[in-house]
């Protein structure tokens, strides 16, 4: 519940450029908090967050129908669809991969994989990579399933060796790394097409993630999510050593990868609406995020850029 002093500030900050971002079409990309600063593209539109880390919307927490009304115009703009296999046929110009482990995220991928298939305009493909001692999940017939074996599923879950073994055996020049319980809009392949077609290799589309809660309602608004899902030209990821597995657990390899993609072209001006699916929080991911993932990277922050992408691109050819 939000204090009275939260909401007056709410109501005389943020309430007037809310109501200003939403009287125009588009306007919604450009909304923020009022510590906040974006950077805005002239050709797209999309907003660029010019700070570290992810953020929620504090109008959206505050005043929780702000946050609803938002998520209507977002998607009004740019429908989220669901489709049973890819509406268009021929050999795929975007290859999304998803990581994948266990049968309680079922659902989410299954949601997830028919978002995908309803991207308009441009053939696709999807490669699941499930990282399990056995492979369990069923899957649609047009997706790819890889299966990368484990001894036992007690091991932490390795999401840069699940993206890296998809980018292998992908068939497009375009990847897109994603997760496993996002949706994307049905526009969503045909943009990234423009934006590699303009030279980018690497490319962040998000604007706004709207997290779900167990009823399927929203439950807040974030911005400025590093990972999640994000599009590379397939030279150029491979040119910078793919995804880091020496990242164990949940993490720090999206920040990492990001320090070594910042020596190519990259895109990083969102304009396209999410939404997260919700599930059972993980009790151990905090403290996994703090004490491996959040050391790890910077263990290897201190380590110059070139000298990481040297050593991990000799890896991955060796591999």
Request: charged share 25%; glycine share 8%.
């Amino acid at each position: 519940m939000s204090s009275l002093r939260q909401r007056f500030g709410a109501l005389v900050y943020d309430a007037p450029r809310f109501l200003a971002a939403m009287s125009r079409r588009g306007g919604w990309v450009a909304l923020r908090n009022r510590s906040e600063r974006l950077s805005i593209d002239a050709t797209t539109g999309g907003a660029r967050c010019e700070w570290v880390f992810s953020s929620d919307l504090h109008i959206a927490n505050v005043f929780p129908w702000t946050g609803r009304a938002l998520m209507h115009r977002a998607l009004g703009e740019w429908p989220i669809e669901s489709a049973p296999a890819p509406r268009v046929a021929g050999a795929p110009r975007v290859s999304f991969i998803i990581g994948h482990r266990g049968e309680a995220r079922l659902p989410l991928l299954l949601e997830t994989l028919g978002s995908i298939a309803a991207q308009r305009d441009v053939p696709v493909e999807c490669i699941v990579v499930e990282q399990s001692s056995a492979p369990m999940a069923t899957l649609p017939s047009w997706v790819r399933h890889v299966h990368t074996p484990i001894e036992s599923d007690a091991l932490p879950y390795n999401r840069s060796w699940a993206f890296n073994a998809g980018a292998k055996v992908a068939q497009s020049k375009l990847l897109v790394l994603h997760d496993n319980d996002i949706l994307v809009p049905a526009a969503y392949a045909s943009e990234l097409v423009k934006r590699h077609g303009e030279g980018n290799e690497f490319i962040d589309l998000k604007r706004f993630l709207f997290y779900l809660d167990e009823q399927k309602q929203l439950e807040r608004v974030s911005q400025n999510l590093l990972g999640g899902s994000i599009a590379a030209d397939r030279d150029a990821y491979f040119a910078i050593g793919g995804f880091d597995e020496s990242f164990v657990g949940w993490g720090g390899e999206d920040n990492e990868l990001w320090e070594r993609a910042a020596t190519r072209r990259t895109f990083t001006f969102g304009y396209l609406p999410f939404v997260h699916l919700w599930h059972a929080p993980q009790p151990e991911k905090p403290a996994a995020q703090a004490g491996g993932g959040a050391q790890r990277f910077a263990e290897l922050s201190r380590i110059p850029v070139e000298e990481r992408i040297r050593a991990l691109a000799a890896r991955q050819n060796r591999s």
